[in-house]
């Protein structure tokens, strides 16, 4: 994904209405204290540091969404309540993947998955199915603020990616550390950005 998709999200991504009801995530002060080890960016995002690690395998359950991105709070929503119904506990905060830029593919092509994590895979009904996220490595950023404009922090990632001479080689994952309705103030949620690398060929 490049660019257009960035800008795209930012206006569209994830409504605070539709994460309002998600329940599954840590405070503000664990987010920023125990999870974030780089500096928060905060907007306008002139300043996003950036790093590199090796993320582990993470099986997860999901609700697979094709279509326009706008319906991924809904569909993140979809998922936490197909969980509660079935009585299986996520082990850490809600995420997103998204696969295919917008410039590129229709709308009503787009596909994404609203995710959360799991302990172990196990048996679901619908609409949950489960996978396991691969193990690989990732440039990541932490980002301060609304859900929705979180993709305006993402060229800074993308330029850390460059400046390693490596290449996007996966889906975007997004990972909404803070719970909406934990906070009073937007600019205390925290989103982790991931961006599956790979060496230029």
Same mark, same amino acid.
């Given at each position: 994904?490049?660019?257009?998709?960035?800008?795209?999200?930012?206006?569209?991504?994830?409504?605070?209405?539709?994460? @309002?009801?998600?329940?599954?995530?840590?405070? !503000?002060?664990?987010? +920023?204290?125990?999870?974030?080890?780089?500096?928060?960016? %905060?907007? !306008?995002? #002139?300043?996003?540091?950036?790093?590199?690690?090796?993320?582990? #395998?993470? $099986?997860?359950?999901?609700?697979? &969404?094709?279509?326009?991105?706008?319906?991924?709070?809904?569909?993140?929503? /979809?998922?936490?309540?197909?969980?509660?119904?079935?009585? &299986?506990? @996520?082990? *850490?905060? !809600?995420?997103?993947?998204?696969? =295919?830029?917008?410039? %590129?593919?229709?709308?009503?092509? &787009?596909?994404?998955?609203?995710?959360?994590?799991?302990?172990?895979?196990?048996?679901?009904?619908? $609409? &949950?199915?489960? =996978?396991?996220?691969?193990? +690989?490595?990732?440039?990541? /950023?932490?980002?301060?603020?609304?859900? $929705?404009?979180?993709?305006?922090?993402? $060229?800074?990632?993308?330029?850390?990616?460059?400046?390693? %001479?490596?290449?996007? /080689? *996966?889906?975007?994952?997004?990972?909404?550390?803070? %719970?909406?309705?934990?906070?009073?103030?937007?600019?205390?949620?925290?989103?982790?950005?991931?961006?599956?690398?790979?060496?230029?060929?």
């Amino acid at each position: 994904m490049q660019l257009s998709l960035r800008v795209w999200l930012a206006a569209s991504c994830l409504t605070l209405g539709a994460c @309002a009801s998600l329940s599954r995530s840590s405070s !503000p002060s664990a987010a +920023t204290n125990d999870i974030a080890d780089l500096r928060v960016a %905060h907007a !306008p995002f #002139d300043q996003v540091e950036a790093n590199w690690k090796q993320r582990l #395998d993470q $099986p997860y359950v999901y609700v697979e &969404l094709v279509g326009s991105y706008t319906r991924i709070g809904k569909a993140l929503e /979809a998922a936490d309540a197909a969980m509660r119904r079935q009585g &299986l506990p @996520a082990s *850490g905060p !809600p995420f997103a993947l998204y696969f =295919d830029d917008p410039a %590129h593919v229709a709308a009503e092509k &787009l596909r994404a998955r609203a995710c959360f994590p799991i302990d172990s895979r196990v048996e679901v009904e619908s $609409p &949950l199915a489960t =996978d396991v996220l691969p193990g +690989t490595t990732v440039v990541y /950023a932490f980002v301060a603020g609304p859900y $929705p404009e979180v993709p305006r922090a993402y $060229p800074g990632v993308f330029a850390f990616l460059e400046r390693m %001479h490596w290449r996007e /080689a *996966g889906p975007i994952r997004e990972i909404y550390w803070v %719970h909406p309705g934990s906070v009073t103030d937007w600019n205390e949620l925290v989103t982790e950005v991931q961006i599956p690398a790979s060496a230029r060929e």
